[in-house]
């Protein structure tokens, strides 16, 4: 299991705490994003507000920032709210700032946020639906996240009692890596939070722990705090109307972001809880990372059927793993499944937002001293799709790590042309360069079971589909620790 063990700590100093929150004052700011398939966006295309969230690590410390902006649709962000936090305990909190952007025609983007502690770059690439994921530019520094846009007008009015299905990353208050999901009741009579969570803390699985607290929303930022476990947790809580929240959290030595989803009608017995699902997960065991893209059928009746998945742990591939397991389900949505394969077993919890998606949480092995954590989502699968139902501009991201160490992250845009061929323009990141505008192709196939082979430039993958607007992506080159997605734009 990785620890992060700090031979210096962050001290709440102007200087310092730049270093270890994420900022970046030093990197040349590169050329905005030019050329590119004509996807109809433009910089009028960021109109609004918007809620962003994104973590990465410095060289010293994991860090994660939330907030909310507002972009005038003519490339100046006027107005702007951050909060930063690291597993050194530094934080920078309610931290103003605004900046610049643009949006380039295939939906790729860069905006720059200036505020008192410092400038910020993020390239981006929107997403159809008005969203877009993001990695920051930094010679030092590397992040991925998010940018959700807010409804407008928001709604005037605001439900008694909303619960959301959560999910928490970050680290203990020994740096040892932590992962939970579960669900948190919102009740604005006494703005009470009440729910369950499902905590996995270094290789150990605390199951349905009762979680109760309290909240406070302003108009566009609020806090929650809740305890569990025997731990209180502290958050700062950026809402999205009533369908999602973002979440940084604000102890000093437990270190946690994460996000979640109003819960919607879930399936509540095997009976209802079936069908085709793809999931897709990462984490740590004692080897380092690993990653793990798959799909099965839920058949109704408690058993996992037709299942299969790709996993690279800590740089050794395993191509085409079949699988089959039992699953149960709880009347609140919660599922517990057993995965069980030739020589081991994997266990795993989910809280279902809806029955069409989970955010789930791998809670065991038998395999002796694994000490494995994975967090992930797991979505409903549409069966019998073609190659042919690829097709048009999707935005691209892919993140992960060399197996010599050293992140990675990319965004793009990519348009398939119906008949197996990609071509698009990147941005990507590697520790040795930042590399902007590349042109590249690529090759894609859709299976029956949602299941194929294809490549995004010069990275072989194993694509599963979900829909036709949604790719889950995994890396098939051992020494590439690469996860991602291609969304319709």
């Not at 619960?163 to 680290?171: A, P, S």
């Not at 800590?314 to 057993?338: C, K």
Request: with cysteine.
């Amino acid at each position: 299991m990785r620890k992060i063990l700090l031979t210096v700590s962050c001290v709440v100093a102007l200087g310092t705490l730049i270093a270890c929150g994420g900022y970046s004052n030093r990197t040349p700011i590169p050329t905005p994003p030019s050329t590119g398939n004509n996807a109809g966006f433009s910089t009028a295309s960021l109109n609004g507000t918007y809620v962003f969230a994104a973590n990465g690590t410095t060289p010293n410390n994991f860090f994660a920032v939330a907030g909310q902006f507002t972009a005038d649709g003519n490339g100046r962000i006027t107005a702007g709210t951050r909060d930063t936090v690291n597993d050194g305990g530094g934080q920078t909190l309610n931290e103003p700032f605004t900046g610049t952007y643009t949006v380039n025609q295939d939906g790729r983007g860069q905006a720059l946020f200036n505020g008192s502690f410092g400038q910020v770059i993020y390239r981006f690439v929107l997403r159809g639906n008005g969203e877009a994921t993001l990695f920051q530019i930094s010679n030092s520094n590397d992040a991925t996240g998010r940018i959700l846009p807010l409804p407008n007008p928001m709604p005037a009015t605001t439900k008694a009692q909303v619960t959301y299905v959560v999910r928490l990353d970050g680290e203990d208050r020994g740096n040892n890596t932590y992962g939970a999901v579960g669900a948190l009741t919102f009740n604005a009579s006494g703005n009470t939070v009440t729910g369950t969570i499902d905590e996995n803390d270094n290789g150990t699985f605390s199951p349905q722990r009762a979680a109760t607290g309290s909240y406070s929303f302003g108009s566009s930022r609020g806090t929650a705090t809740f305890t569990a476990n025997g731990i209180n947790h502290n958050f700062i809580v950026y809402p999205i109307a009533q369908n999602r929240i973002e979440l940084v959290s604000t102890d000093k030595n437990f270190f946690l972001h994460g996000y979640g989803h109003a819960q919607a009608a879930p399936a509540t017995s095997i009976a209802t809880f079936k069908g085709d699902q793809v999931f897709n997960i990462h984490g740590f065991d004692s080897a380092g990372s690993i990653l793990e893209t798959g799909r099965l059928t839920l058949d109704g009746a408690g058993n996992i059927t037709s299942a299969i998945e790709d996993f690279n742990e800590a740089g050794t591939y395993f191509d085409s793993v079949a699988f089959a397991g039992t699953y149960s389900v709880a009347g609140n949505g919660r599922w517990a499944a057993t995965f069980t394969y030739t020589t081991s077993t994997l266990s795993m919890v989910g809280w279902q937002v809806s029955p069409q998606m989970s955010l789930v949480l791998v809670t065991g092995s038998n395999i002796a001293n694994f000490g494995i954590v994975e967090t992930g989502t797991m979505r409903a699968q549409t069966i019998g799709l073609t190659t042919a139902n690829i097709s048009g501009n999707y935005a691209e991201n892919l993140s992960g790590t060399l197996e010599g160490g050293g992140s990675v992250e990319s965004s793009g845009n990519f348009d398939g042309d119906g008949a197996g061929s990609l071509i698009g323009t990147i941005d990507s990141q590697t520790p040795n360069s930042i590399n902007t505008d590349i042109v590249e192709s690529g090759n894609y196939a859709v299976a029956a079971n949602g299941r194929s082979s294809g490549t995004i430039g010069a990275v072989p993958v194993h694509i599963y589909t979900v829909d036709a607007n949604t790719i889950y992506l995994i890396s098939t080159d051992p020494a590439r620790l690469y996860q991602g997605m291609m969304v319709k734009q």
